[in-house]
């Protein structure tokens, strides 16, 4: 009988993460090296494209950033394309008062849309670049819930790119375990080189807690009534590798 209430426990608590977090991004981690590419061609487009998934039963309006990393070949034209439009290579959000844009990325209940995409026009320069898309609602816009990382290289080798995540961490960050679980006053991760950052997620989806984390260090979840919450666990970038079940009893 024992083991028959621990097979539910554990299948109320799969479902509860799948619910839990507000936006789901498949992948979180794209790796493209677009080898022997005809350079001379300066309307050269290369594309990358990830899922968007609404995991929740009501509507939301989705809020992105593109963060284009230093070191990316300046000759380079970036672009995102959601489900309202493809932006001009200057445009890095779809929501800013500064630039007067007002258009938020809908999806409906349970939604997902596959056709969220990031172009690359490389202008006739070889070489890498890392960009990341930074997930917000118009509810929380200062809440980042998700984040795409896409590590593009054009004609170069990625082994030679300064990639410094990969999906090795998303690998390393799935074998991280955590204790107690169920736990009434502090929680701490299984060592490892991977985890930065904890955010703390109730069954709504609203972030509650954010934690930096050093291996070894217990974190203080006192304040928080009983009930499963999911942590999402972050690299030194803020990139989402992995989500798992507490128990706070």
Known sequence: MKSVYTLIFFIC?????????TLLIDPIHTIDNFENQDLTNNELDLESYITVTNNTEEGVGIIWKRIVAEDCPQEWDTQVCDNNLCYFFTIDTNVSEEI????????????????FVFHVWPRGVPGCCR??????????????????????SVNTDLVNCNFTSSTQEIAEAQLVSIYPNPTSDAFTLSNNDVVKQIDVFNS???????????NGEYLDISDLNAGLYSLALKNQEGIVLHSVMLDKI
């Not at 608590?13 to 977090?21: K, L, N, P, T, Y």
């Not at 709504?204 to 050093?214: A, E, P, T």
């Open 13 to 21: 608590g799969f479902a509860f993460s799948m619910q839990a977090q």
């Open 100 to 115: 007067g844009i007002d258009a938020p990325f809908e999806l409906d209940a349970n939604e997902s849309f596959d056709g």
């Open 131 to 152: 960009v990341k898309i930074e997930f917000t609602t118009v509810d929380e816009p200062d809440v980042i819930i998700e984040t795409a990382l896409f590590d593009v």
């Open 204 to 214: 709504l989806g609203q972030k509650l807690k954010s934690f930096d984390f050093v």
